[in-house]
């Protein structure tokens, strides 16, 4: 990506990467809450990309790099079941998560929008 914009709009560009892919697993967990034998899957992001940003702050350079260089991971949970089919789908723990990274995505995009509003008011003077 050109970084004509700056960092801001690159994490929130990351970040939204990161939550399109959260609800997309969460989905596909909820697809199979009744498949049996199945195993949640997770989208783990936050804490590394959360260390790289830290461990850059203050250096616009280091924080793209760090930017450019977070990926995500999906993994497969290996939390216990009571169920009798193996399945360890939690239909009310993933509708929550699936709301949040709603939420989440909504509140990255207004970012967005403010940081190009404020590009396009400095743009015209």
Known sequence: MNHIFGNG???SEKSLDFLWK???VTAGNLTNVDTPGYKAKYVTF??????KLKGASGDKERIRQAADSAVWL???????TARM?????VADAEMTELTR?????????QSVNGEI?????????
Do not use: C, H, P
Request: glycine share 4%; proline share 0%.
């Open 22 to 24: 959260k609800q997309s």
């Open 46 to 51: 936050e804490d590394m990309y959360r260390a």
């Open 74 to 80: 999906v993994e497969e949970s290996d939390t216990e």
């Open 101 to 109: 990274a709603a939420l989440q995505y909504q509140y990255a995009i």
């Open 9 to 11: 709009i690159l994490v």
């Open 117 to 125: 509003s404020r590009l396009s008011s400095a743009i015209k003077g």
């Open 85 to 89: 089919d193996g399945n360890n789908v």
